[in-house]
């Protein structure tokens, strides 16, 4: 365990529904990072959010929205996704951009 | 355009065996590089993290070796047990910040019995 939890696990979602990924952190600290990990890809940042402000915004589709309500939780609310939006969402944190530590993440599937 | 690039693909050892795997780059300047192994089903673990003026960073039998001259890491595993089965990710944190920080595609290592 790396003190990162995300729930669910595991997510199959329709073209049409709205969803939400959840990542929580118990270890103190202060930025929190989405990314996405497609097959055969490497892991591509789509967010960091720093004492609870977002700090980069990688060119990500509006359809994933961001939310951090404080420096614990971090969501990713979904809606209208594509088939190529299936893939590995992971959660990472750190203190002050140092060294990140990883969430199990959550395999979605966009039919 | 920044490029982690890490070889090989993949590759299969024998257990007890050592390997080492490759990472070149093109990120400059940068911060520091990191290692991490990721199991199948779960989030990547950090392995080592070194500055550009570091140039051997070890833990336990990971052994990482940076050249920045040739922007050339390695990752050497020592005495290989299979639980090293895994994909081995190199990063590169660039000075300019995390918005182009660039990840390898990762090196698919399998140790066989």
């Known amino acids: 365990e790396t003190g990162v939890t995300q729930t669910p696990r595991h997510l199959v979602m329709g073209m049409t529904n709205k969803k939400s990924l959840k990542c929580e952190q118990h270890?103190?600290?202060?930025?929190m990072y989405w990314y996405k990990q497609s097959a055969k890809k490497p892991l591509e940042l789509m967010f960091v959010y720093s004492l609870e402000e977002r700090v980069e915004n990688n060119s990500v589709p509006s359809r994933f929205s961001p939310e951090c309500p404080n420096s614990s939780h971090l969501f990713l609310h979904l809606h209208t996704l594509q088939p190529e939006d299936s893939a590995l969402y992971l959660c990472a944190s750190s203190r002050d951009m140092s060294e990140q530590f990883f969430g199990p993440g959550t395999r979605l599937t966009v039919l | 355009k920044n490029q982690v690039e890490q070889s090989p693909q993949s590759l299969i050892i024998l257990e007890g065996k050592n390997c080492t795997l490759q990472?070149?780059?093109?990120?400059?300047?940068?911060?520091?590089l990191r290692w991490y192994k990721q199991d199948t089903g779960r989030g990547p673990v950090s392995l080592t993290i070194?500055?550009?003026?570091?140039n051997t960073k070890s833990n336990g039998r990971y052994t990482a070796t940076l050249d920045a001259d040739t922007k050339q890491s390695s990752l050497h595993i020592t005495a290989s047990q299979l639980s090293d089965s895994a994909s081995y990710i190199c990063v590169v944190i660039p000075e300019s910040g995390y918005s182009t920080l660039t990840f390898g595609k990762g090196t698919m290592l399998l140790v066989s019995p």
């Open positions: 990472c070149n780059y093109t990120v400059s300047p940068f911060s520091n």
């Open positions: 270890l103190g600290h202060n930025a």
């Open positions: 070194m500055t550009f003026s570091e």
